[in-house]
């Protein structure tokens, strides 16, 4: 049975942010940097062009868990870099240490924000003051999910959300449909009167399809067929969300 629409889920990369996940591989530079001045200060010696060679080794590993729907937290991204300039480091490190090299990898985003969909807010609002529940669900590529809260709060978009769900902090990536489904339970909702909001047609589309909820995709694809193997809805932009999760009650 389907039900009126009570809660609705959006996805951060690609949907309350234009920039895609892949984006966030442009701050490397600025971390393999910062690594390299933490360590030496700590009085580890560590060539940039062994951060640089350590940092693409940690994609594939971490590419490795994302493949299996899995996440971890970054700590065991920066463990992972460390690991591959020399694998006796993490130990080697201090807390104190670690704990910089932490924040160095979590920030740069904050630095240099990515572009955000000026018409969020508004769209953000007009949901709220209908009476939907908002609650995010979103994978992390390098940035992890307490630095995408402080971006969503900069953007003053974090206070329409009941409940944030990030893959980083519950180990479990879309499209798992079982983070949609923890997500709900947080909010006390049933998933056939929650509609999610995302621009992948798989993560997002048949993600939250697989847990039972109907699902608007944001692309500019106006072509995209509707139906069960494809979304219930399409916008090219946030703008147009209100009007299109009415039109699912209609």
Known sequence: MTLRVTTVTLDFWGTLLHDPPSSDNRYKKRRVADFETILAAAGVRARASALDRAYDESGAFLSRVWSQNRDVPVTEHVRAILTAVDPGLPQRVTGETMAMLI???ARPALLVPP???????????????RGYTLALVSN???????TLRRLLERYGLLGYFRHTTFSDEVGVRKPDPEIFALTLRALGAEPE???HVGDDAVLDVQGAHAAGMRVIQVTSDARRPLGPWGPDGVIPRLAGLPDAIAGLDA
Do not use: F, Q
């Open 103 to 105: 924040e160095a990898y």
């Open 140 to 146: 992390i590529m390098r940035s992890p999910g307490v």
């Open 193 to 195: 009167g929650a509609v």
């Open 115 to 129: 572009a955000v969909d000026e018409s969020a807010r508004g769209a953000l609002a007009a949901l709220a003051g």
